[in-house]
């Protein structure tokens, strides 16, 4: 058996992210959708007992998720637990692209592609595992002070 060690206590391509860990109950299945409809490519994949998938880690357009079976009503999915609170956001190089593809392998469209104050192209969809995704495309550099202002005349009446 070879160990290797690392001088970093967290590897590049976790770094400066909160790491999503989505619970769904059909992980296979889910991997299978997610390629389909997302472009996303799996990493790497844990396989446990009666074929669940105990851990998997995907990519898309270079951010990286985890994803497992659900287990259990603590760990279950938003279908288990009758929705979700949480918004996955990714960032990809064309979210109409995107959007159309992932529509067109079964994602429900929650909200069409759209120029957003904040400087992004936003879609935001559901995939049929419940989960909600928020794509967007990176349109132009803000600072905060401009986006504040900007949100402004989005969430009040001016």
């Known amino acids: 058996m070879t160990t290797s060690t690392s001088t970093h206590t967290v590897p590049e391509h976790y770094r400066h992210s ?8 059909g992980a296979h299945a889910a991997i299978d959708f997610y390629g389909r409809a997302f472009g996303a490519e799996e990493l790497f994949r844990i396989d446990g007992p009666e074929g669940r998938v105990v851990h998997a880690e995907v990519g898309i357009e270079g951010s990286v998720f985890m994803l497992g079976d659900a287990e259990g009503p603590l760990f279950g999915g ?13 960032f990809v190089a064309d979210v109409d692209a995107l959007t159309r593809r992932a529509v067109a392998a079964g994602a429900e469209l929650l909200s069409p592609p759209a120029d957003q104050f904040h400087g992004d192209r936003t879609a935001m969809l559901r995939d049929p595992f419940g989960h909600v995704w928020v794509f967007l495309t990176h349109l132009e550099d803000l600072t905060p002070e401009e ?8 969430f009040t009446e001016e």
């Open 18 to 25: 909160v790491i999503a860990h989505v619970m769904v109950d």
């Open 78 to 90: 938003p279908t288990v637990l009758g929705g979700t609170t949480v918004g996955l956001h990714v």
């Open 147 to 154: 986006i504040t202002r900007r949100a402004r005349g989005v």
